[in-house]
């Protein structure tokens, strides 16, 4: 029997429910997604990455022209998410390791977003970019007790403050991007462990007691449950919202997960260092076989990067946009373990009725 679920308070927002949609790049997540799950009570959440690839702003023959579209495409998408919701929790998620990820921590908090998720690397910066904006809650994303305590004492140490949220990632569910489980082998190994591992350093080294958000294989009410039993504050969906009518992802990106058994999910390289979860098709296919791939570089957009550095992998901007804009034969689908909970796709509504339904 589902009890009630307590609201999630982020530094000084606070969600109706304790579930934040993840952000999904190229153009999953956008405005219309994010505004979405804010209006019906949850966290919505804008992706930046290449969030100016599809703008006006973007001139393809220019690539320095694709950070100055990221940033005015930024301020658009939390205008219109913040048209469709007008009191709700929007945020913005950001990749440590892009290149503009200064600017657009600057920018997202200059526009109005409630708070700034950022994942891909450990933020060790991010302070720095949002000081004016005291009000902006910082929710960095961590994959383990080790990253989390790091990136706490860096910060307490360098701004004399914490972050406002934790993000902890379940690396064996996790979709997209995720950090090897280096402990997987350890006696015990679980994300419960996890969470008490951050829970009892953060109150008995830190003296502060901040929300702890669960990311990875999560697609249920019951799998809700057992996070928050296991002594999480909050949960991060992703792969459940694709398949919605507000997903802002083509239609056929949200039939393809639609269509899928876990039996379809498989571990990619990226030009970014990490594996990333995603859904078979021809494409992860030919990465997975190490098959070269012709596409150039398409906007020069991370810090290191193995496809411009090194001519491996693949540009994933492109591979990313390819699929999402409805190509998914030839584009990266990126998914979560759980992909096989998308039923039929319906209104964030209907999701978030279900998701948090008193039995």
Same mark, same amino acid.
């Given at each position: 029997m589902h009890s009630s679920l307590h609201p999630l308070q982020i530094g000084k927002h606070i969600a109706r429910y304790p579930i934040m949609q993840a952000a999904m790049a190229v153009r999953v997540s956008g405005a219309k997604l994010a505004g979405a799950v804010a209006n019906a009570g949850g966290v919505g959440m804008i992706a930046t990455l290449g969030i100016g690839l599809d703008s006006p702003?973007? $001139?393809?023959?220019?690539?320095?022209?694709?950070?100055?579209?990221?940033?005015?495409?930024?301020?658009?998408?939390?205008?219109? &998410?913040?048209?469709?919701?007008?009191?709700?929790?929007?945020? +913005?998620?950001?990749l440590v390791g892009t290149k503009d990820?200064?600017?657009?921590?600057?920018?997202?908090?200059?526009?109005? &977003?409630? @708070?700034? +998720?950022?994942?891909?690397? +450990?933020?060790?910066?991010?302070?720095?970019?949002?000081?004016?904006?005291?009000?902006?809650?910082?929710?960095?994303t961590v994959a383990n007790a080790d990253s989390a305590q790091y990136l706490c004492q860096t910060w307490k140490n360098r701004y004399n403050r914490l972050p406002d949220a934790l993000i902890l990632e379940n690396c064996q569910k996790v979709g997209g991007h995720f950090t090897q489980c280096e402990q997987i082998n350890v006696p015990g190994f679980s994300i419960g462990w996890v969470i008490s591992q951050v829970r009892e350093y953060l109150t008995e080294t830190m003296g502060v007691r901040i929300p702890l958000i669960v990311t990875g294989g999560i697609s249920d009410r019951?799998?809700?449950?057992?996070?928050?039993?296991?002594?999480?504050?909050? +949960?991060?969906?992703?792969?459940?919202f694709i398949t919605t009518i507000e997903c802002d992802a083509h239609q056929n990106y949200k039939e393809r997960h639609l269509q899928a058994n876990p039996e379809d999910i498989v571990t990619v390289p990226s030009p970014v260092g990490k594996p990333s979860r995603a @859904?078979?098709?021809?494409?992860?296919?030919?990465?997975?076989?190490?098959? &070269?791939?012709?596409?150039?570089?398409?906007?020069?957009?991370?810090?290191?990067?193995?496809?411009?550095?090194?001519?491996?992998?693949?540009?994933? @901007? $492109?591979?990313?946009?390819q699929a999402a804009c409805g190509d998914i034969e030839n584009g990266l689908i990126f998914s979560g373990a759980n992909v096989s909970q998308?039923?039929?796709?319906?209104s964030v509504s209907e999701l978030m009725a279900d998701l948090t339904a008193k039995v």
């Amino acid at each position: 029997m589902h009890s009630s679920l307590h609201p999630l308070q982020i530094g000084k927002h606070i969600a109706r429910y304790p579930i934040m949609q993840a952000a999904m790049a190229v153009r999953v997540s956008g405005a219309k997604l994010a505004g979405a799950v804010a209006n019906a009570g949850g966290v919505g959440m804008i992706a930046t990455l290449g969030i100016g690839l599809d703008s006006p702003y973007f $001139n393809p023959r220019q690539k320095s022209s694709f950070f100055t579209a990221n940033r005015l495409a930024l301020i658009d998408e939390l205008a219109k &998410a913040r048209s469709i919701s007008p009191d709700g929790v929007i945020g +913005v998620n950001i990749l440590v390791g892009t290149k503009d990820y200064p600017e657009l921590a600057k920018t997202a908090a200059a526009e109005g &977003a409630n @708070l700034i +998720v950022t994942g891909g690397a +450990v933020a060790l910066n991010l302070p720095e970019y949002t000081a004016d904006y005291p009000d902006v809650a910082l929710v960095p994303t961590v994959a383990n007790a080790d990253s989390a305590q790091y990136l706490c004492q860096t910060w307490k140490n360098r701004y004399n403050r914490l972050p406002d949220a934790l993000i902890l990632e379940n690396c064996q569910k996790v979709g997209g991007h995720f950090t090897q489980c280096e402990q997987i082998n350890v006696p015990g190994f679980s994300i419960g462990w996890v969470i008490s591992q951050v829970r009892e350093y953060l109150t008995e080294t830190m003296g502060v007691r901040i929300p702890l958000i669960v990311t990875g294989g999560i697609s249920d009410r019951a799998d809700i449950d057992q996070i928050l039993a296991m002594g999480a504050d909050g +949960v991060q969906m992703g792969t459940r919202f694709i398949t919605t009518i507000e997903c802002d992802a083509h239609q056929n990106y949200k039939e393809r997960h639609l269509q899928a058994n876990p039996e379809d999910i498989v571990t990619v390289p990226s030009p970014v260092g990490k594996p990333s979860r995603a @859904l078979r098709n021809p494409f992860a296919e030919q990465i997975m076989a190490d098959s &070269a791939q012709q596409r150039r570089c398409i906007a020069n957009c991370l810090e290191i990067c193995l496809f411009r550095d090194k001519g491996k992998t693949y540009c994933l @901007l $492109n591979a990313l946009a390819q699929a999402a804009c409805g190509d998914i034969e030839n584009g990266l689908i990126f998914s979560g373990a759980n992909v096989s909970q998308n039923q039929r796709i319906m209104s964030v509504s209907e999701l978030m009725a279900d998701l948090t339904a008193k039995v």
